[in-house]
């Protein structure tokens, strides 16, 4: 079955850098890549996803990118402020591959200091 | 907005009690799923369901059972509760054709501890 490996578990940034959180995959069938993200004590939110027909999706200032050769993804969120600090959890699956639900990662805390 | 409720924030429960955790989503969604989740871990399917009396093993099944006697109720059950149980669940429910492709839409979450 699917494997989805998270890196790094914890992150810590200055507020108006960058974050960068990346997943990899282990089943070359899977298609769709969602991301949450949960907040302290709130449950966990759909942020953005992607499909594997396209290599990229931006929302304002978050992004993911997906390079299916490789078998990796990752969120990308630029000019990051507090109201960013959560942990975010990549998932992978099989669209189309019958009752097959999503395997999530283990998650990122990320931590953006004022 | 969806909104999928749990019947009950915190349990305090003893070893080897019978617990039930209770989901009722209000949107008609076919998909519910059980989620565990633990510092480290990430979020662990239990169990989950496509269809009423339907139901599907997840990845840690073992010491669950579920039960989906209608469309917006799936409930948890753990017959014999023990210490190694004390965790977050998580229910979550979907809308999709395909119970791998909706967004998820989870509850607030019951935080179960075990003595």
């Known amino acids: 079955g699917e494997n989805v490996e998270q890196h790094p578990s914890t992150l810590s940034v200055q507020e108006g850098d960058s974050a960068v959180i990346k997943c990899t995959y282990s089943d070359s069938a899977s298609n769709y890549f969602p991301w949450y993200k949960q907040e302290l004590g709130k449950r966990p939110q759909l942020i953005i996803d992607i499909r594997s027909n396209v290599g990229e999706k931006k929302d304002q200032r978050i992004a993911v990118t997906l390079n299916k050769t490789a078998k990796h993804f990752s969120l990308h969120i630029t000019e990051t402020q507090p109201e960013d600090s959560a942990v975010y959890f990549c998932?992978?699956?099989?669209?189309?591959?019958?009752?097959?639900?999503?395997?999530f990662g283990k998650g990122t805390r990320l931590s953006v200091i004022a | 907005d969806v909104k999928v409720t749990q019947s009950s924030r915190y349990l305090v429960k003893r070893t080897g009690e019978k617990v039930f955790l209770e989901c009722v989503q209000d949107m008609d969604h076919e998909n519910m799923f059980w989620y565990r989740q633990d510092p480290g871990l990430g979020l662990r399917l239990i169990y989950f369901s496509y269809d009423v009396k339907m139901k599907e093993k997840g990845d840690i099944p073992e010491g669950y059972s579920v039960s989906r006697e209608k469309k917006e109720r799936f409930s948890l059950i753990l017959e014999s509760a023990s210490t190694n149980q004390t965790s977050m669940y998580l229910c979550?429910?979907?809308?999709?054709?395909?119970?791998?492709?909706?967004?998820?839409?989870f509850g607030e979450g019951s935080r179960l501890t075990v003595l």
């Open positions: 979550a429910s979907s809308d999709s054709d395909l119970i791998n492709t909706g967004e998820l839409f």
């Open positions: 998932a992978a699956t099989t669209r189309g591959g019958g009752n097959t639900p999503l395997v």
